[in-house]
């Protein structure tokens, strides 16, 4: 494929995006719980934002009242105040949401509620599963009837089944734990209880807050820290937590892993994740300064500036002007304006995307031998367009540093890590990289810096090295409801 085709085929998706941010909440006092959960989902934003909802429920009520609303757009698009006083509700789960798997449709906007004859579940879910299709066929023959073309329904479903033939929610869920296979954080709401469950790999992040006496489960820390809740702890990959006033959290640990078994996706600490938010106990901005002491380690070169490709480059930029002494500085504005509703430029037209999401200082970068850092390089479209603006706001040099290894494989866990005939390290060397982005120098992280920059504890290399932890499907299965 050459570069001209890349572009044309793929000029606006060049960042890679995660699929989901999940949000739960329940005040044992009795608070209403809809606008802080709001305000959660707005600290998750970064994590989707083509749909976003809101289920609450009343624990004192009767058993099945929920009150839901779901829309497509940002959180502040699809909220107004009205709407939040009308969720009355102590106890609730929120979404926001990116289609990996899926149409980007209402339908498929999430919580998903579910009435069935235990009363009403209500159900958030952050990953993808491999194993949704056979799952799906298999509900199918035997009667279920589906609303949306997304795996979070496939998991709703187990888990009202088994909840027929158990005694508790959290054994339902630990039931349907069983069967689905991949990368899954859930909130799920019952009547009387708030659940948290992690796959056992752990691919997704989930963690425990509090606030008064109200307990919150929630992607990352940044959106306890939104609401003003401390944090508690993670939800360990594999475990499932169980929310109640009568006995706190409770624990069931059958569904983990021996340690270092677990696949934490590593791309939530370079790209994903907020950077003000830990995971699992480490820093998710500690761990891009490292990723940029690494690369200077690893991949020196003689420059006078040291710069990030705003945001998730910035660490590393910093990390990496740490390590080699190299001054750190700022070379680029970003326009933070430029949401879902932007319309983007067409091939013919004289303005860029990345023009317009992105300018240079020139006074900044006129004369310099510059080292530029990015988070990765997918198709490598923005990248080419970001040197020459380099060099022609006066760089005299450009190397690029890549604060991730090259993507060969594409992810099916809940990330939209494309085929590998899209991704411009496939069947390319790292020469070949260099020339179609135009750069003096180019370097990615070592992959065995990974497990270093997240203090060794295990995590999913697959997208790098096509090394999954769980057997890929066959097919991309990505969509496949919709065929
Ligand atoms: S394949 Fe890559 S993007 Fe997907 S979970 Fe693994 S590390 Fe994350």
């Not at 739960?24 to 989707?48: C, E, K, N, P, W």
Request: with cysteine; net charge negative; proline share 5%.
């Amino acid at each position: 494929m050459n570069n001209k085709y890349i572009h044309e085929q793929y000029e606006e998706d060049e960042k890679l995006k995660e699929e989901c941010g999940v949000f739960g909440i329940y005040d044992f006092d009795g608070g209403d719980v809809a606008s802080t959960i709001y305000y959660g989902l707005f600290a998750l934003q970064h994590r989707g934002q083509e749909s976003c909802g809101i289920a609450v429920s009343d624990t004192n009520g009767p058993k099945g009242s929920v009150k839901s609303h779901k829309g497509m757009g940002l959180v502040n698009e699809v909220f107004t105040p009205e709407l939040l006083e009308g969720l009355k509700g102590d106890i609730g789960v929120g979404h926001t949401r990116y289609s990996t798997a899926g149409s980007s449709t209402r339908e498929n906007a999430q919580p998903l509620v579910l009435n069935y004859v235990k009363g009403t579940l209500g159900l958030a879910h952050n990953g993808n599963l491999v194993n949704a299709p056979e799952l799906r066929r298999e509900l199918e023959y035997t009667g279920a009837i589906f609303q949306t073309t997304i795996d979070s329904e496939v998991i709703a479903y187990h888990i009202a089944r088994e909840r027929i033939h158990t005694a508790s929610v959290e054994e339902a869920v630990s039931r349907a734990m069983n069967k689905i296979k991949g990368a899954y954080s859930l909130i799920v709401m019952s009547p009387r209880k708030l659940i948290g469950a992690r796959d056992p790999y752990g691919f997704r992040p989930l963690c425990i807050g509090k606030r008064d006496n109200a307990y919150i489960l929630a992607s990352e820390t940044c959106a306890l820290d939104t609401i003003g809740a401390s944090f508690v702890r993670d939800v360990e990959p594999g475990e499932i937590v169980t929310i109640t006033p009568q006995k706190g959290i409770e624990s069931d640990k059958s569904h983990c892993l021996p340690k270092g078994q677990e696949a934490r996706c590593i791309f939530e600490y370079i790209y994903f994740a907020r950077p003000d938010t830990h995971i699992d106990g480490v820093s998710v901005y500690q761990s891009r300064i490292l990723s940029g002491k690494f690369l200077a380690i690893d991949s020196p070169v003689e420059a006078d500036l040291v710069v990030g490709v705003p945001e998730s480059g910035n660490a590393a930029a910093l990390g990496y002007s740490l390590q080699s002494g190299i001054p750190y500085g700022t070379a680029f504005v970003k326009n933070g304006y430029v949401g879902r509703t932007f319309i983007k430029p067409k091939q013919s037209n004289r303005e860029s995307s990345v023009r317009v999401k992105l300018n240079v200082l020139k006074e900044a970068v006129n004369g310099k031998r510059v080292i530029m850092i990015d988070d990765s390089i997918v198709r490598g479209t923005t990248s080419d367009r970001i040197v020459r603006m380099l060099r022609e706001a006066g760089a005299k040099e450009v190397h690029m540093r890549v604060s991730s290894p090259p993507f060969l494989h594409p992810c099916y866990f809940g990330t939209d890590v494309p085929a590998e005939d899209q991704l411009i390290a496939h069947n390319r060397t790292i020469e070949e990289i260099r020339q179609v982005i135009g750069a003096d120098s180019l370097a990615y992280l070592r992959t065995e810096r990974l497990g270093e920059m997240i203090g060794g504890m295990g995590h999913c290399t697959a997208c790098f090295t096509g090394d999954y932890p769980i057997a890929p499907p066959t097919e991309d299965i990505r969509g496949s409801f919709e065929k």
